[in-house]
């Protein structure tokens, strides 16, 4: 956050605009437009863990974390882990979550300095 927040004071200065504070970022975060992904293009393990969706289909990021980290294996968590940070971020705060899979994601994002 402290990266994102100094990329965007540098832009919003260079372009002579006010810029967002830091809970103007907190705020707006959770509802941005993350990545998609196409189901087809995924892992097989991953895909196995998303066998009720279109296997032609797209599935939102923070979707696809919260799949892999309660149903997959360790490869499926692994993967999950690695997922970009907008993913991990909303997903932590998606409804669904099994208290030892909400655990692991919790772990992943203090592992990586997101939460």
């Not at 409804?95 to 994601?105: F, I, K, T, Y």
Request: with cysteine.
């Amino acid at each position: 956050m402290v990266d994102l927040k100094r990329a965007l004071d540098e832009r919003c200065r260079r372009a002579g605009v006010r810029a967002p504070s830091r809970a103007a970022l907190y705020q707006v975060l959770p509802r941005l437009a993350g990545h998609v992904y196409e189901i087809r293009r995924q892992p097989a393990a991953v895909q196995a863990v998303l066998y009720n969706l279109d296997p032609h289909g797209m599935v939102p990021g923070p979707q696809l974390a919260l799949y892999c980290f309660n149903y997959g294996t360790l490869a499926v968590v692994s993967f999950a882990a690695g997922l970009p940070w907008l993913d991990l971020y909303q997903a932590a705060r998606l409804r669904g979550w099994r208290p030892r899979s909400r655990g692991l994601l919790d772990a992943v994002l203090r592992a990586r300095g997101i939460a």
